[in-house]
T-cell receptor
């Protein structure tokens, strides 16, 4: 079946602009995660959704970052007033129910570059 | 929260040799430890995982060992092949099944 997909694959924007990154999880997966991966680093947790609600947003770096999942499927990560330090690959992952030890399946990521 | 450290950051081996990557974690409540392989420009792919009630798990040329007392776990790749070249990440599961990742090991297998 189809895996996790993310759009766009690449996004170039200017400092101060607003961007939206989209994630389509595997169909039927209720758990959805956003991670940020800076160059040469491992993915860093941002936010976790269980269904429509954000169960844990402790990884969001500041209030410029926000994410939604209104119908419990597609999720959008929103970044306001982008800064050069926001440049990274933003990865989305999903798992079936979010329970202990489930495999998380990653999307290909969106490479964000803030000029 | 959890803190995962990974060593070495780069590893170069000759084809056919073994490769070992080590990780430590800080939260004794962590109970699930996956390993991911990431090729350049690609998404992380799960290659093996281990739960805290098991000390070792093997899948063909790949094995993972876990020492709960010392809070460290290792990835072992035997008979390495050029296609094993990639960046490998360890991770530990925290609350709500979110993963804390190590900083990665770039493995280069020389033909």
């Amino acid at each position: 079946g189809a895996g996790v997909s993310q759009t766009p694959s690449n996004k170039v924007t200017e400092k101060g602009k607003y961007v939206e990154l989209r994630c389509d999880p595997i169909s039927g997966h209720t758990a959805l995660y956003w991670y940020r991966q800076s160059l040469g680093q491992g993915p860093e947790f941002l936010i976790y959704f269980q269904g429509t609600g954000a169960a844990d947003d402790s990884g969001l770096p500041n209030d410029r970052f926000f994410a939604v999942r209104p119908e419990g499927s597609v999720s959008t990560l929103k970044i306001q007033r982008t800064e050069r330090g926001d440049s990274a690959v933003y990865l989305c992952a999903s798992s079936k129910t979010g329970t202990d030890g489930e495999t998380q399946y990653f999307g290909p990521g969106t490479r964000l570059l803030v000029l | 929260g959890e803190n995962v450290e990974q060593h070495p950051s780069t590893l170069s081996v000759q084809e056919g040799d073994s490769a070992v990557i080590k990780c430590t974690y800080s939260d004794s409540a962590s109970n699930y430890f996956p390993w991911y392989k990431q090729e350049l420009g690609k998404r992380p792919q799960l290659i093996i995982d281990i739960r805290s009630n098991v000390g070792e798990k093997k899948d063909q040329r790949i094995a993972v060992t876990l020492n709960k007392t010392a809070k460290h776990f290792s990835l072992h790749i035997t008979e390495t092949q050029p296609e094993d070249s990639a960046v490998y990440f360890c991770a530990a599961r925290g609350n709500f099944n979110k993963f804390y990742f190590g900083s990665g090991t770039k493995l280069n297998v020389k033909p």
